[in-house]
Nanobody
C-alpha cells in the first residue's frame, strides 16, 4: 500500500513562491509515476504536472514556466516548486501516484492520493 503525505502549503501574496513536498511510503519512487493535481470547490480535479516514462517533465499550460516538479529518490519525495503565484492558483493541491509508466493528465489513472494541502494566494 502506498501512502502519500503532502506538506508545504500556506498563504502567500501574489508573485510569491511556495514549495510543496510529497513524501511517499510503502513503495519506492522508482516503482511509481508521480503527479500533482489541484482542486477548487465545485470543480473537477485539475492536472498540474507529472513525469513521462523516461523522466521528462510534463506541465499544464496554466503553470508552465512557473512551476517545477522534481523528485529525490533518496528521500522518496516529490516536490512542486511554485513561483510567480497568482490568485487563480488558490486550491487544494494533491500528490498522486500510479504504477510506473508514462505520466498521465487524467486523475482517474492514479490509484494513490495524498490528503491534500491548501495553497491560498492573496492579491
Amino acid at each position: 500500500q502506498v501512502q502519500l503525505v503532502e506538506s508545504g502549503g500556506g498563504l502567500v501574496q501574489a508573485g510569491g513562491s511556495l514549495r510543496l513536498s510529497c513524501a511517499a511510503s510503502g513503495r519506492t519512487l522508482s516503482s511509481l509515476t508521480m503527479g500533482w493535481f489541484r482542486q477548487v470547490p465545485g470543480k473537477e480535479r485539475e492536472f498540474i504536472s507529472t513525469f513521462s516514462l523516461f523522466g521528462s517533465t510534463i506541465y499544464a499550460d496554466t503553470v508552465k514556466g512557473r512551476f517545477t516538479i522534481s523528485r529525490d529518490y533518496a528521500k522518496n519525495t516529490v516536490y512542486l516548486q511554485m513561483n510567480s503565484l497568482k490568485p487563480e492558483d488558490t486550491a487544494v493541491y494533491y500528490c498522486a501516484a500510479r504504477d510506473r509508466g508514462s505520466g498521465s493528465r487524467n486523475a482517474d489513472d492514479y490509484a494513490y492520493w495524498g490528503q491534500g494541502t491548501q495553497v491560498s494566494v492573496s492579491s
